[in-house]
């Protein structure tokens, strides 16, 4: 009998083994499948017509934040730039914000001189233009978090309804990750602030802390609402380099003006994708503890039957 059960154990184990094999073998082409699938899934009506909410809601927010920011001091600015290109004396409120008190010395300083304002007037429009592409993509990413349980309740219900939705986390769960990102994206602005003046390395500089902030929220929101704490611990320790990857090839992506305003449920439909594949084979590839230890009540049980006889 035990001989029956090893050998049993050992055919199982290779067959495990085989299926990971071709696993590995077809990942490529599983990924480009995956990616196929996840268009195809995002130009469905229900999922278009999500879409439209994180589209609309960081529109409002965006133009709301414009006319702020220009009553709030870009308009003053701009007559300290013209000012002091006229050679005229500029006077500054003693009651104004020291950030403000200090752009106007520099835009003073860079204005003065033709060559330099012709300098500052680029990068000024330029450094403008990538914040209001980089809010867009924050604020896209913040408001679909809200969207995520609906859309990947949908995926769920279309494509792996023979697999249990955990979760983990609770209400509070999400405001903590999102004040722990920011918190750390500001802090690696701050740090990273020599490496601005570096040619080709600033790029990165500066693109490193929004890709943290985007990587952390987008694969917290869904895996979240997918995984329970243990499963995402199980997967994300051997996947780990994978959904890092797949997360980059998003924020590439959110890269193009405005691009995350459309492709923000997109996101979240191919990480759902990447997820739910995992989590089928977690299970698919998990031994059962319950059926070795139904074995050993069984041997237990046929030992008195022997002693008797």
Not at 43 to 71: E, G, N, Q
Not at 164 to 171: K, P, Q, S
Not at 222 to 228: E, Y
Request: with cysteine.
């Amino acid at each position: 009998m035990d001989l029956k059960i090893i050998f049993c154990m050992k055919s199982y184990a290779k067959s495990v083994n085989i299926e990971k094999d071709l696993i590995k073998r077809n990942k490529k082409l599983n990924e480009i499948e995956i990616l196929i699938k996840s268009l195809k899934d995002f130009l469905t009506s229900k999922m278009l017509r999500i879409a439209l909410v994180p589209l609309i809601v960081t529109m409002i927010v965006l133009y709301m934040l414009f006319f702020a920011a220009a009553d709030f001091g870009i308009s003053a600015l701009q007559e300290v730039a013209a000012a002091s290109q006229n050679g005229q004396e500029v006077i500054i409120d003693e009651d104004a914000p020291f950030y403000f008190v200090w752009a106007t010395y520099l835009i003073v300083f860079l204005f003065k001189y033709s060559f330099t304002s012709w300098i500052a007037g680029f990068l000024l429009y330029t450094v403008g233009t990538v914040i209001v592409l980089q809010a867009s993509v924050i604020l896209s990413i913040v408001v679909i978090g809200f969207l995520t349980p609906l859309i990947l309740g949908v995926l769920h219900k279309r494509h792996y309804s023979h697999l249990t939705l955990h979760g983990h986390g609770n209400l509070l769960s999400p405001l903590w990750v999102l004040i722990k990102s920011a918190s750390m994206m500001i802090l690696l602005f701050i740090l990273l602030i020599p490496v601005y003046f570096v040619p080709v390395l600033n790029v990165i500089a500066f693109a490193f802390p929004l890709y943290y902030f985007f990587h952390k929220l987008l694969n917290y929101d869904v895996a979240s609402t997918i995984l329970s704490d243990e499963e995402f611990k199980t997967i994300y320790k051997k996947e780990a380099t994978a959904f890092r990857l797949r997360t980059l090839f998003l924020y590439f992506i959110s890269m193009i003006p405005f691009a995350t305003l459309f492709s923000a449920v997109y996101f979240i439909i191919y990480l759902g994708h990447a997820y739910f594949i995992k989590l089928d084979e977690l299970y698919k590839f998990d031994i059962p503890k319950s059926k070795l230890n139904e074995n050993d009540v069984k041997r237990e049980d046929e030992k008195p039957k022997q002693i008797e006889n």
